[in-house]
């Protein structure tokens, strides 16, 4: 589709990215005393309804956004990326229902491309066949590996590399370089968090192999190679790659590394603002409000645990605007 086939969802995109929260708005938030005046500004800024419970409001924002990038949008395929991992998130709540007591519907996220009840009961009643293509194979792999083993942490692995292939997978069929970087950037970071976590926990080879994916940037049998001798071993690999400076911050502390990881996608979207056509300001603004409501959280949490303002501003992602 041309890029001009855009031009009044980015208009309209343009006109709703003026609601983003800025730097001195965070920073309102971080001064405030305690947990219930940092509440009280998110009301005062009617991000929050008076009445509303914040944590709901907060977790129904994403969902509108969505509609919103629904309605305006002249194809939503392209666009899937950006929510897909929450339909492999889905899964895995609803394969672990089967093994505990646990609720999967309370650990559902929307949106997704497809309905939480309807992955529920494809998955309680065995019928994979209901679910879509991307999710068949991998429903009915990590059940079997589920149901045969009790680990879940294997079907956990399996469910997450699989993500991570599709989201990889879509953004070649898309031929947009901006959405084939954006996947790769995903799929990298996940690579080198779960690599460096195996390396600590001291997994072997077979699980690295199950665990990764395969991407241009960072070569996933290097990684397993430095990641199965040892953590400080795979810091030292990466240190000698363009991805550098995820070891830097890993050393840090694993804050620091998780805003790294979000830092670095935020820095890749940015070029979207200069953008007057096609879907990139689209992906650019759905991104934005997943940063900002992250952000949020991540204030609000360390508000109700008392943490002191300079320790918030080192765990505060880098904004959109």
């Known amino acids: 589709m041309k890029d001009t086939a855009y031009t009044f969802a980015v208009a309209k995109t343009r006109a709703v990215e003026t609601k983003l929260l800025s730097s001195s708005d965070l920073e309102q938030l971080i001064g ?170 001291g997994k072997d080879e077979a699980f690295l192999h199950t665990a990764l994916c395969d991407t241009k940037e960072l070569s996933k049998s290097a990684l397993i190679q430095a990641a199965k001798k040892g953590p400080e071993e795979l810091l030292a690999y990466l240190s000698e790659t363009s991805y550098k400076d995820a070891a830097k911050n890993i050393r840090a502390s694993s804050s620091a590394f998780e805003k790294w990881c979000d830092d670095i996608i935020m820095c890749h979207i940015e070029s979207a603002k200069y953008k007057s056509f096609g879907v990139e300001p689209l992906i650019a603004y759905y991104i934005a409000m997943e940063t900002e409501i992250k952000t949020l959280r991540i204030i609000l949490s360390c508000k109700y645990n008392n943490l002191q303002a300079d320790i918030i501003r080192e765990r505060v992602r880098k904004l959109y605007v």
């Not at 672990?96 to 992955?119: A, Q, T, W």
């Not at 991307?134 to 993500?163: H, P, S």
């Not at 997978?169 to 460096?196: C, F, M, P």
């Open 32 to 201: 405030a005393s305690d947990y219930e005046n940092a509440v009280k500004v998110l009301k005062d800024k009617g991000i929050v309804g008076e009445k509303d419970d914040v944590q709901n409001s907060l977790k129904s924002q994403m969902n509108e956004t969505w509609q919103l990038l629904n309605e305006i949008s002249p194809e939503i395929e392209p666009l899937e990326i950006l929510i897909v991992k929450n339909d492999f998130h889905n899964l895995k709540s609803a394969l672990k229902s089967l093994v505990s007591p646990n609720r999967c519907e309370d650990h559902f996220i929307v949106p997704s491309i497809v309905k939480p009840e309807l992955l529920k009961s494809a998955v309680c009643n065995k019928r994979f066949y209901e679910l879509p293509d991307f999710l068949e194979n991998t429903a009915e792999k990590a059940y079997d590996v589920l149901v045969r083993t009790m680990d879940g942490q294997l079907a956990d692995i399996l469910v997450d590399a699989a993500t991570l292939d599709n989201i990889l997978q879509r953004s070649k069929k898309t031929g947009n370089v901006y959405i084939i970087k954006l996947a790769e950037l995903l799929a990298v970071t996940a690579n080198i968090k779960t690599a460096y976590r195996a390396a600590r926990a």
